[in-house]
């Protein structure tokens, strides 16, 4: 069963292979929403600061039906803290509004501050000066592991050759018609692993014809042969729902697709619109 497996990261912590995102679950809601996956069987809960829900996602940590110590945590660093000390207040800040004594996975949400999203500035300093807040909580035992968001290539070099800890994760978008090969190589080939969030493309991949009819050729959902993509390729899969029914649905991956359709999928024509979605980055906007 796919919510049993994990990879191990570089520090030999294992991580499950399918983790439930809770970006825009509401911050009154999310705690039912993390309760109910875990009853399902979930082990991961994948949250951020900018989220605004890091309360809830604890309080359902706390009080879901497994012991702390059986689920994994990751939460994100604003990627507006580029310095030092506001980084280490930061990370001390999600554990007490977590309510949690660890956390295990953090990391660094953008290389950029979200109103200067790939405008050019790498921010390389103050990165290395999050990244180092990050190190110490890692040494301190606050943090179990560290790493990255929506870091491009020359954004990781700069913490692999400048940090004492190399990124364990990069997390980046990554889905049937959107997957970016060249820096997955990157990133694999320093020893990193891939977290592929929005892995069903913002829902903009149940409206591809040719994807809909391969997924009705293995008897399974688009949803479904989506996640599957991406855990065939290695990845951590993190899907964001608050439905309990999608929830079972987005686990039930007992089938393989095959190498030439894998070839078919990584080849699909990409998405050039995302909806509503297409405003991201949308923390610049204060949501």
């Known amino acids: 069963m796919i919510l049993d497996e994990t990879y191990t990261l570089a520090n030999g912590v294992e991580i499950p292979k399918l983790g439930l995102g809770t970006w825009m679950i509401d911050d009154d809601k999310v705690a039912d929403a993390v309760r109910a996956a875990v009853d399902l069987g979930y082990r991961h809960i994948d949250t951020a600061q900018a989220y605004g829900n890091e309360r809830g996602v604890g309080e359902g ?14 939460t994100k660093l604003d990627a507006g803290i580029k310095d030092y000390d506001e980084a280490k207040a930061a990370i001390d800040g999600s554990l007490e509004t977590m309510g949690l004594d660890t956390i295990d996975m953090m990391i660094i949400h953008s290389p950029q501050p979200w109103d200067k999203f790939r405008e050019g500035e790498h921010f390389f300093d103050g990165n290395l000066a999050a990244w180092k807040a990050l190190e110490e909580a890692l040494e301190a035992g606050k943090l179990r592991a560290i790493g990255v ?16 800890v190399k990124p364990m994760v990069n997390q980046i978008l990554a889905h049937i018609s959107n997957t970016p090969f060249d820096l997955i190589k990157h990133i694999e080939d320093n020893g ?7 892995p069903i493309g913002h829902g903009k991949i149940l409206d591809n014809e040719e994807i809909s009819a391969m997924a009705e050729k293995y008897g399974v959902s688009v949803p479904q042969l ?6 065939q390729l290695g990845f951590v899969a993190l899907p964001k729902t608050a439905n309990p029914d999608h929830m079972k649905s987005n686990a039930a ?14 080849n699909a024509k990409p998405i050039k619109d995302y909806g509503d979605a297409s405003d991201f980055p949308v923390y610049a906007k204060g949501t």
């Open 61 to 74: 940590v706390r009080t879901a039906s497994v012991a702390r110590d059986k689920l994994f945590v990751t």
């Open 149 to 164: 968001s929506n870091f491009q290539a020359p954004d990781l070099d700069n913490l692999i050759e400048n940090g004492s």
């Open 192 to 198: 990193v692993l891939v977290e592929a969030y929005s």
């Open 226 to 231: 989506s996640i599957r993509y991406v855990l």
């Open 253 to 266: 991956l007992d089938f393989e697709i095959s190498e030439a359709d894998m070839e078919t999928l990584k």
